[in-house]
């Protein structure tokens, strides 16, 4: 069905909604794994991961603070770039209920467009809303167009709402609980540093790399191959031990720390496909996990990532025991 | 003459051709590394010995009744229909996950009876327990410690016993897994026994034919 020499692409996230729903991540679709040429597959990652990243933070920013947690004061700090001043984030809020209390992604579509670094991302969600002292649900489709530059930061171009169906059922209780603040800046921040690991150095921004880059410690287990260190220089070594490739997230599971206010720990599963340094084709499983804490000031300090390399999922017999 | 040597020249052609579309097996990430271990003769080696060969490699032990026989007969199977100059270029490896049990004159008698090139690897539980953690097998104990009486277990060969000693042993379950090493060390396939032995046999004379 898909073909990366034709100029337009589209990968379907059919099981977005289950997906959303069960803490997974937007699926690394099958033609993405079976796609050969390495440097069309690192472009997609890119792309996909720093768009996701993007779209994250922006529902994020439109849950009202109502929610936030003692010490998760100022999610909404979003720093989307907006391509055009006569389109600003405050206009385009504008176009949502003022008091959301949730956000469920229930399907995505993400498009290459015909020119170069441009991609539209359709996007069904449902929100729940406070008005009247009770919660009413609305159910948006909505096009964003995305715009990611050399630096491969993407900024929004266009955000276009097709759809806006109000449901008729209002509840006295939140249905949407699981789907607030932590929840997007938990993708914001996998998303984010997936695509800066592929090479979209602009997207350390998001997650405030300069402040913990050459701080936080970085394990990472391959095999035999080991790496125990600062994480400036184990990230640099482990790419160059992998070779090049893209990395798609698969799951994404944030818990607190106990004990420890505003620390979180990431729990990624990441499928990596690449080709090594002497150019044979590669394949990994990733679970990393990402200890951070989130500063009074809303940004991000991570202090450290254990990764390690599992067996990757290739037949349905592997895992037999006999 | 001229219509046998086009013939050939044709049968050539389509082997070209076909080996140009065969795909090739991807690297598995972190899967393996570099381990010690006790061989059959008794020798502390190191896999990296293995080096420039293309290692078939899986896990059991001695009195596994079930899967263990199973596999390495197709195994034997597989080696059989190398050419002897394959052959040579490949070795098959069976790692124990009882090395209690399974000392490396035990293990060399065992394999013996599926084909006497193929090498067992024991050592301390230590060493088994690395060599099952690099390449993510499993296994676990379903009987207590030394409980089930080897003479109950539907084996291959006995273990010699002082006499009047019963012998005892530890039943398991393990990964069915067959892994495929390159000659550089890398994991490059998992299989098992349901996959066809052409199938199997193809990937291991695709890896013998890689530049080292």
């Keep these: 069905m898909y073909s990366y020499k034709a100029k337009k692409f589209s990968v379907t996230f059919a099981v977005l909604y289950c997906i959303a729903i069960s803490g997974e991540a937007f699926a690394s679709p099958k033609s993405y794994l079976e796609r050969s040429n390495i440097n069309e597959r690192i472009e997609y990652a890119i792309s996909l991961n720093s768009i996701a990243s993007t779209l994250m933070n922006w529902y994020g920013s439109l849950l009202t603070t109502n929610n936030l947690q003692a010490g998760n004061r100022n999610f909404n700090n979003t720093n989307i770039r907006f391509s055009s001043k006569n389109h600003s984030r405050e206009e385009h809020r504008s176009t949502y209920p003022e008091q959301i209390t949730g956000i469920q992604i229930t399907n995505a579509d993400l498009k290459k467009q015909d020119l170069p670094g441009q991609y539209q991302f359709e996007v069904e969600v449902l929100i729940t809303f406070m008005q009247s002292k009770k919660y009413q649900t609305k159910v948006i489709n909505e096009v964003f167009l995305f715009q990611i530059s050399d630096s491969s930061r993407p900024e929004i171009r266009k955000i276009t709402r097709l759809s806006s169906k109000p449901e008729n059922d209002t509840t006295d209780s939140n249905p949407a609980s699981a789907f607030q603040h932590e929840y997007y800046k938990s993708r914001e921040i996998a998303y984010a540093w997936l695509a800066y690991m592929d090479g979209a150095n602009s997207m ?70 690449g080709t090594t340094s002497d150019g044979k084709p590669s394949l990994a499983k990733i679970n990393q996990l990402i200890q951070y804490k989130l500063q009074d000031d809303g940004s991000l300090m991570v202090l450290a990532i254990n990764e390690k390399h599992l067996l990757p999922d290739m037949e349905p017999w592997q895992k037999l025991l006999c | 003459m001229l219509k046998k040597m086009q013939i050939l020249s044709l049968a ?37 010995s293995f080096k420039d060969k293309v290692v078939l490699l899986s896990f059991g032990y001695t ?30 490896l069976f790692s ?28 301390s539980q230590e060493q088994v327990d690395k060599i099952a953690s690099l390449f993510h097998a499993e296994y676990q104990a379903i009987s207590a410690p030394k409980s089930v009486e080897t003479k109950h277990v539907r084996r291959i060969n006995e273990k010699e016993v002082e006499s009047g000693k019963s012998d005892k042993t530890t039943l398991f379950n393990h990964s069915i897994m067959i892994y495929l090493i390159d000659q550089q060390g890398r994991t490059r396939s998992v299989d098992y026994t349901g996959t066809p032995g052409d199938e199997l046999i193809s990937k291991i004379r695709q890896l013998i034919n890689e530049q080292a």
């Design chain 1, 204 to 273: 350390g921004s998001q997650i405030n790399i300069d402040h913990w880059l050459d701080s936080a410690n970085y394990s990472v287990k391959i095999g035999s191959f080991e790496l125990d260190e600062r994480l400036v220089y184990s990230l640099q070594k482990r790419n160059q031990h992998l070779g090049k490739g893209g990395h798609l997230l698969r799951s994404v599971t944030a818990n607190k720390i106990e004990g420890k206010p505003n620390h979180f720990e990431l729990d990624l599963i990441i499928d990596w496909k």
């Design chain 2, 12 to 48: 050539s052609l389509l082997a070209v051709v076909t080996m140009t579309h065969a795909e090739e097996l991807p690297i598995l990430s972190g899967v393996g590394g570099n381990f010690t271990a006790i061989d059959t003769d008794g020798q502390e080696i190191e896999f990296t």
């Design chain 2, 63 to 92: 009195n596994c009744a079930d899967i263990c026989p199973f596999t390495l007969g197709y195994l034997k199977m597989i080696y059989s229909k190398l050419s002897p100059e394959e052959q040579q270029h490949v070795r098959v």
């Design chain 2, 96 to 123: 124990t996950v009882d090395p209690e049990y399974d000392t490396p004159e035990h293990l060399k008698a065992f394999l013996a009876y599926f084909n006497k090139d193929f090498i067992g690897l024991t050592g």
